[in-house]
């Protein structure tokens, strides 16, 4: 959701993450402040977060490297309370 009043994940929608950043769609803004988000929201660093697919699709696919898929998972789970 590029364009929000704030940035932030916010639930799980269709099965994916909901983030919105306040960055606008433009020349990968958004992407880059969405990666930021995803980032600190997961707590791992930029450089492990890759955008595979949809980079100008409201739906976006992300590679993140260094981190088991349990443990995200279990990170995801926190963060979504």
Do not use: Y
């Amino acid at each position: 959701m590029p364009g929000a009043k704030s940035s932030g994940v916010r639930g799980v929608q269709d099965g994916a993450l909901k983030v919105s950043v306040t960055q606008i769609a433009e020349k990968g803004k958004a992407n880059k402040a969405l990666r930021d988000v995803l980032s600190a929201a997961l707590a791992v660093r930029k450089s492990q977060i890759e955008l595979l697919h949809g980079p100008t699709s409201g739906n976006k696919q992300f590679l993140i490297r260094e981190i088991g898929l349990d443990e995200l998972r279990a990170r995801i789970e926190r963060l979504l309370g």
